[in-house]
């Protein structure tokens, strides 16, 4: 584990070890960032108080690689609950309190002579600050202090995420259906409510549906057929549910 005042980002740090530098299992943590990375390109705000760490792990078994992200989620949001925190799964790992997004994890896989050789699994938790919100369409940010008027200690947090992430890294190979589960229990309830799915080059609505397999969202389409999002962010669209029932299939 390599522990720093100041890093750009966790994860670039790891990023730009030589091969071989970085085994997996390699931490990086950082009590601040001045370049904190985050999803869809944007900037990680990282300001002293918070958790930032990055792990390099190793490359996901080809049968599931879709499950990580949210095996990583649910990781974070277990060992959150330690500290009584209750908090839910936006697909695919925003950690949310409420409406508000308490935690961001961020996986980055590198290639070599075209195999998987590197992922990197950066986590950010807002423990005593609360970032601004810069993106007027990225989830409206809350902070452990400001929700629930205690922060935890930093140290005490990274242990116990890692702890989690071990646990449910190895899940993945042997256990899909425990983490699918564990995911699914874990989850926002907006199941069978619009949203709308975002990515760099497109934005389109859909009813949630549900989880397929492999970890992706299901969702049906306004001429009734149903799609699965592999990649993108999802907002909710504040209309009523489209139709009753709350258990997502699958
Ligand atoms: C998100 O946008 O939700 C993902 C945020 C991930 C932030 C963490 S902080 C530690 C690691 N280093 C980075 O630069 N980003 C990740």
């Known amino acids: 584990m390599h522990c720093f005042e100041e890093l750009e980002s966790t994860s670039a740090w790891l990023r730009s070890r030589e091969r071989g530098a970085t085994p997996a299992w390699t931490v990086a943590w950082a009590a601040t960032q001045t370049r904190g990375r985050g999803r ?55 950690v949310l309190l409420g409406d508000r997004k308490l935690a961001g994890i961020l996986i980055e896989a590198s290639s070599y002579g075209g195999a998987l050789e590197q992922v990197i699994l950066g986590i950010g938790v807002n423990l005593s600050v609360t970032p601004r919100l810069e993106d007027p369409g990225a989830q409206a940010p809350t902070s452990m202090e400001e929700s629930l008027g205690r922060a935890p200690d930093v140290a005490s947090v990274g242990a116990a995420v890692l702890k989690q992430v071990v646990q449910w890294h190895a899940r993945l190979a042997d256990q899909p259906a425990a983490v699918r589960a564990a995911w699914r229990s874990l989850s926002a309830d907006w199941w069978d409510e619009a949203v709308e799915i975002r990515t760099p080059a497109h934005a389109w609505e859909g009813v949630l549906r549900g989880l397929s397999d492999e970890g992706g969202l299901l969702v049906e389409l306004p001429d009734g057929r149903l799609t699965t999002v592999t990649a993108g962010e999802v907002l909710r669209l504040r209309r009523a549910p489209v139709s009753s029932g709350g258990n997502p299939p699958g």
């Open 40 to 94: 869809q390109g944007r900037t990680w705000q990282s300001p002293r108080g918070n958790l930032y760490l990055s792990v390099s792990l190793p490359a996901p078994s080809a049968s599931a690689p879709g499950l990580l992200p949210l095996a990583a989620g649910v990781a974070v949001a277990q060992a959150l609950a330690g500290w009584g925190v209750p908090a839910r799964l936006k697909w695919p790992n925003d």
